[in-house]
């Protein structure tokens, strides 16, 4: 993207790099085949191949390792991927955490082939790819998908990490005691908690077809199922699911496979059963990150030949919830200095969950449409307090200079 020129403050407009238009490598075209899976060797070729043809605007990068030492690999897609653009959000995507819920993984191989073919050519990839830095990590536990049998619809086989552990109930849960952190939810959780934070991500599963989002479990019992308990940002959050069931053709009639009942393809986590230890809610409460699941198959591990209806069913959903990344509000935060300021608590009145400025005074706060007043507050510095209409269009752009507290001397 251009980089951001917001804010008349000369300390923030200091940080601004001055960067280039990205050029496009003409190195013949991969395709990426869709009628059969990829292996750990060949998702780690495939993810290779991509960047070394588009290095301009792609790269692979590592967050760590599996238990059986196998890279957790993300491929990185941003018009400037070499330089970090003040003001540019970050989403994420992740894959086949289920080691046998392998729907997902294909698909991010096959979305960031697609980013990176029409990047220049469809003004809509074009303009996601300049304003957003885009991660995606087809598998968060190869090992599991290693010994997952094609076919296997219903089995828990190759689902746990090469410890048996689940890693969808292996984060931090604010009600229940989890089990120690495996290697890869440690790596999950370092690189989420990196600046900027995410602003948008969504984790791929299989076994269902609905878009389920926080919380996924209540305090009141950890089996206890079918009693809803919304995050403070349920209505955003309702906003989001919606914007990937509806993009897709079948996951908003809610009743797709054995055992669904979503009205309008989205839910609860609590109120359909209790996950304790699930990666979206830790996203939510320990990052700005606003994160669901998506469950994209019946069938957990479906035959290669359906792969290519997995990508047409999908394709568009990914995109359109990669746009939901700018909505809401954003902006830079600084002194009336020129200073860029971190950690400044933006809080939404009526609702009980803050974001905080990034490192540099960079802030997204998703929102659904509506009417709020928005406070701006860091220690020291008097409190800046804003009221914002917010559509269902692009974010608003609010930008804020906090001045110094004045000093109160009692004699």
């Known amino acids: 993207?251009?980089?951001?020129?917001?804010?008349?403050?000369?300390?923030?407009?200091?940080?601004?790099?001055t960067v280039q238009p990205a050029v496009i490598s003409k190195r013949a075209t991969i395709a990426i085949p869709m009628d059969r899976y990829h292996n750990y060797d060949d998702m780690q070729l495939t993810l290779h191949q991509l960047a070394a043809q588009y290095p301009n605007i792609a790269r692979?990068?590592?967050?760590?390792?599996?238990?059986?030492?196998?890279?957790?690999?993300?491929?990185?897609?941003?018009?400037?991927?070499?330089?970090?653009?003040?003001?540019?959000?970050?989403?994420?995507?992740?894959?086949?955490?289920?080691g046998n819920e392998a729907v997902g993984r294909e698909l991010l191989l096959y979305l960031a082939q697609y980013l990176l073919q029409n990047y220049g050519v469809d003004p809509r990839v074009t303009y996601l790819?300049?304003?957003?830095?885009i991660h995606l990590m087809p598998s968060m536990n190869p090992d599991g998908f290693e010994i997952s049998r094609e076919g296997d619809c219903s089995t828990a086989y190759g689902r746990?990490?090469?410890?048996?552990?689940?890693?969808?109930?292996?984060?931090?849960?604010?009600?229940?005691?989890?089990?120690?952190?495996?290697?890869?939810?440690?790596?999950?959780?370092?690189?989420?908690?990196?600046?900027?934070?995410?602003?948008?991500?969504?984790?791929?599963?299989?076994?269902?077809?609905?878009?389920?989002?926080?919380?996924?479990?209540?305090?009141?019992?950890?089996?206890?199922?079918?009693?809803?308990n919304p995050s403070p940002d349920d209505a955003t959050f309702k906003v989001l699911a919606k914007s990937y069931a509806n993009a897709h053709p079948t996951m908003h009639l809610g009743k797709q496979c054995s055992g669904d009942d979503f009205a309008g393809g989205i839910t609860n986590g609590a109120n359909w059963y209790s996950v304790s230890g699930g990666m979206q809610d830790y996203n939510y409460l320990h990052t700005n990150t606003f994160?669901?699941?998506?469950?994209?198959?019946?069938?957990?591990?479906?035959?290669?030949?359906?792969?290519?209806?997995?990508?047409?069913?999908n394709k568009e959903a990914l995109l359109r919830y990669m746009e939901q990344t700018h909505t809401g509000i954003k902006g830079l935060i600084g002194t009336r200095s020129g200073n860029p300021l971190p950690n400044v608590k933006v809080h939404v009145s009526g609702i009980n969950h803050d974001v905080t400025s990034s490192d540099i005074g960079e802030y997204w706060r998703i929102l659904a449409p509506g009417t709020y007043t928005v406070s701006f507050s860091s220690p020291g510095y008097t409190t800046v307090t804003r009221t914002v209409t917010v559509t269902s269009g692009p974010a608003v752009v609010l930008d804020v200079a906090l001045s110094t507290a004045t000093r109160r001397w009692l004699y």
């Open 160 to 228: 746990p990490n090469s410890n048996g552990q689940d890693l969808n109930r292996n984060f931090p849960d604010q009600y229940w005691q989890t089990p120690t952190p495996q290697v890869e939810t440690l790596a999950v959780m370092n690189w989420i908690r990196q600046q900027p934070n995410f602003v948008l991500s969504a984790n791929l599963h299989g076994g269902s077809l609905v878009a389920n989002y926080p919380f996924d479990n209540t305090q009141n019992s950890a089996v206890q199922e079918g009693i809803s």
């Open 129 to 133: 790819v300049d304003n957003t830095d």
């Open 60 to 98: 692979v990068y590592d967050v760590g390792t599996s238990v059986r030492g196998r890279k957790l690999s993300v491929i990185q897609i941003s018009d400037h991927v070499t330089q970090r653009e003040v003001g540019e959000p970050r989403f994420k995507y992740i894959g086949n955490m289920h």
């Open 1 to 17: 993207m251009a980089i951001l020129t917001l804010m008349t403050l000369s300390g923030l407009m200091s940080v601004l790099t």
């Open 291 to 313: 994160e669901i699941t998506l469950e994209v198959s019946c069938c957990k591990y479906p035959t290669s030949d359906q792969l290519p209806s997995f990508w047409r069913d």
